[in-house]
């Protein structure tokens, strides 16, 4: 109940978006480009955002007469100019084999030129749009589904919404068409919304429809967190450009990803729907008010405060489940040596290395000089000593001061024998107590690497 | 009503009939009541006209029961043609016009059935509430059209709510007694509004909406 209480205040509804959010920052002339497809498209690709192309449109019943059926391609989307919410929409995938007036819908249904007639009357009458007012019907060029959206979307083509506000990308969510929604990407038809790490461009958590949280796509097991959606800076970066080519300063952009074209920006909104919360179990208004009076002069810097602010979750939630620290290549540690002696630095993590291994240098600083001193004096030649026994081994190094274990240690270099000193050091807010072993590495870009017996507490993300 | 209020035996002096003033005078509280539906609790009906003529049209019907029943006919066969002049394909205002036209035959056929029930408080229905009922039909199937069967019959059931509570307080004497004596306590609803109108927090049913995401950020 507290939390309940403490977390509204982070989540935007319907009034806040309105009278705080639509009503300052989309003054009236963006929203007219907005609720304007065919305008909106032309801003847009002449700002240069890769946009559907237009097949053709008809605005009145005398152009709907003289219309040259037979022009039209195989596949193509019809749409109203001013419809909204996905209505009146109707997508045909190829002709009717055999037949120059018919074409086939995603639900396998026939529609023919007779059928796209009376649709198109309906839609000029004003049917689908805003208010009821008369409308235009325009072809556009129909997309094509990318493979890796295949097995989780019916019908359809998903898209991704982009909420962009003073320029920075706050919240994203993929929208897959689901067969209730009649193939359509519009959560209150029935879609599936499913959440974006804004930095990685990962999916989270799930939401169907309007309330609903799921896992996997219904009726499968395939999992909906964790699919990497591609180019997925160019789609932020073209939401943003898109907020700049529109005016609207607070923006619901829609970005497709076709097969042969890559991302293609879709629409935009200027009024944005709030489940994208819901999908991202996320608040809005708490993010909006964290981007709010930032001076961001450069596209760039925009995308990298979205990324930087709402990002990283999905470590987080890894770090939950597993108990364990995501940490990356490399990584900067403390590290504790005789006496409390202390030293920062940059180490490699090594998952191919069994050991911990220091540098002379770093060595000496954390009060092992004598260790150092003692072990270059002996000047072990490997080649000399590999036919002893192990114990004989062993006692080459005996005598060297602070030593508790020795080591041979092949690499690339070749073969070494190496004294071990007693260290800790402190990764990620753990300290890991551990067996370093010495060797020379001024060679090497970093004076340490730590190796897999070190690192049971912690998972490697190589892109981190 | 010894304590009526100058303005009001005013209006009755000029001949306007008690019911009329009162009427007018409830408007604002309805509307109001209506605005502080969806903007504080959440639902949403069709606009602010439609409850409020729905709410008007059940004072205007002897018992409420019936007005209930003659709201239910005509969203019931509104649904109903849809499905049926689907197939025939038909241009929006047309389908229209036959629409409302078995909506009328339909609501004939209910209050002879309410006769013949011995319902006779049925077949008294005065015209206009029916009308104005009737043509409801064409805001339930446009919203139909445009946002779903489900949504549709959402809204048509919290119409049929506000419309209800509208009725009761409209019809609540204590109340009309103290507008008699004080109208000019209709004036509060402005700055009512003005908050209302400003009001930016979630409404009661994102509570509910939005459940999860407030237990989980």
């Known amino acids: ?464 | 009503m010894e304590n009526i209020s100058p303005i009001i035996s005013y209006f009755i002096r000029q001949g306007v009939p008690l019911d009329t003033v009162i009427m007018l005078f409830m408007l604002p509280i309805i509307v109001t009541l209506i605005a502080f539906f969806r903007q504080v609790v959440g639902i949403k009906a069709f606009g602010i006209y439609t409850p409020a003529i729905v709410t008007f049209a059940f004072l205007a019907i002897p018992q409420l029961r019936y007005g209930v029943v003659v709201f239910v006919t005509v969203i019931i066969v509104g649904m109903l043609m849809r499905y049926l002049l689907k197939r025939l394909k038909l241009l929006y205002l047309p389908r229209m016009a036959i629409t409302l036209s078995i909506v009328a035959f339909s609501i004939l056929l209910l209050l002879a059935m309410g006769g013949w029930m011995q319902r006779t408080g049925l077949a008294a229905v005065s015209i206009f509430p029916i009308l104005i009922m009737v043509t409801l039909v064409e805001k339930f199937v446009g919203t139909q059209i445009e946002k779903g069967n489900r949504t549709a019959l959402l809204l048509a059931l919290e119409t049929l709510a506000i419309s209800i509570v509208g009725f009761y307080i409209a019809s609540w004497t204590g109340l009309i007694k103290f507008i008699v004596v004080y109208p000019w306590v209709i004036l509060a609803t402005i700055p009512v509004n003005i908050f209302l109108g400003k009001w930016d927090g979630l409404r009661i049913s994102e509570y509910v909406r939005f459940r999860d995401v407030l237990k989980n950020m």
Not at chain 1, 48 to 73: T, Y
Not at chain 1, 298 to 316: N, S
């Open chain 1, 1 to 464: 109940m507290l939390t309940l209480l403490k977390n509204r205040k982070k989540l935007l509804g319907m009034n806040a978006r309105n009278l705080d959010y639509v009503r300052p920052y989309n003054l009236k002339k963006s929203k007219l480009v907005a609720d304007d497809k065919i305008l909106s498209k032309r801003i847009l690709k002449k700002a240069g955002l890769p946009v559907p192309r237009l097949i053709a449109k008809i605005s009145n019943n005398e152009e709907l007469e003289k219309f040259d059926w037979a022009g039209l391609p195989a596949s193509f989307a019809l749409k109203p100019n001013r419809g909204f919410g996905g209505e009146g929409i109707v997508v045909v995938y190829g002709k009717k084999k055999g037949r120059e007036d018919a074409w086939v819908k995603a639900s396998g249904d026939i529609i023919t030129v007779d059928d796209l007639k009376n649709h198109i009357r309906n839609i000029i009458d004003g049917t689908y749009s805003l208010s009821n007012t008369p409308d235009v019907a325009f072809f556009e060029e129909r997309l094509t589904l990318l493979k890796l959206f295949k097995p989780y979307s019916f019908k359809g083509i998903p898209d991704i919404r982009v909420i962009v506000f003073n320029k920075v990308p706050v919240m994203a969510m993929l929208r897959l068409p689901t067969k209730e929604s009649g193939g359509k990407a519009n959560l209150h038809q029935g879609a599936i919304g499913v959440g974006i790490d804004l930095a990685t461009g990962t999916t989270t958590t799930a939401v169907l429809g309007k309330g609903r949280h799921i896992e996997y796509v219904p009726k499968t097991r395939l999992l909906l967190s964790g699919i990497r959606i591609p180019y997925w800076k160019d789609i932020l970066k073209f939401s943003v450009q898109a907020q700049e080519a529109s005016g609207l300063g607070f923006l619901g952009a829609d970005v497709a990803i076709d097969k042969e074209r890559g991302p293609v920006f879709l629409e935009l909104n200027a009024r944005p729907g709030l489940s994208i919360q819901i999908a991202n179990l996320a608040g809005l208004k708490e993010r909006l008010e964290r981007v709010k009076g930032i001076k961001i002069k450069t596209l760039e810097r925009g995308i990298r405060v979205g990324m930087d602010l709402f990002g990283g979750e999905i470590e987080e939630e890894v770090e939950e489940i597993s108990g364990k620290k995501v940490i990356g290549v490399i990584e900067k540690v403390k590290v504790i040596g005789k006496d409390g002696k202390e030293a920062e630095v940059e180490a490699k993590i090594d998952t191919g290395a069994g050991l911990t291994a220091i540098d002379f240098d770093l060595a000496r600083q954390l009060g092992f000089e004598k260790t150092v001193e003692e072990y270059q004096k002996l000047d072990v030649d490997y080649e000399k000593i590999k036919d002893l026994e192990k114990a004989e081994k062993e006692d080459v190094l005996k005598g060297i001061p602070d030593i508790v274990d020795t080591a041979i240690i092949h690499s690339s270099h070749g073969t070494t024998l190496r004294p071990m000193v007693r260290i800790s050091f402190v990764l990620d807010g753990f300290v890991i107590p551990a067996k370093a072993s010495i060797i020379d590495r001024s060679h090497l870009e970093y004076p340490m690497i730590i190796g897999k017996r070190n690192l049971g507490r912690f998972l490697v993300d190589v892109n981190k």
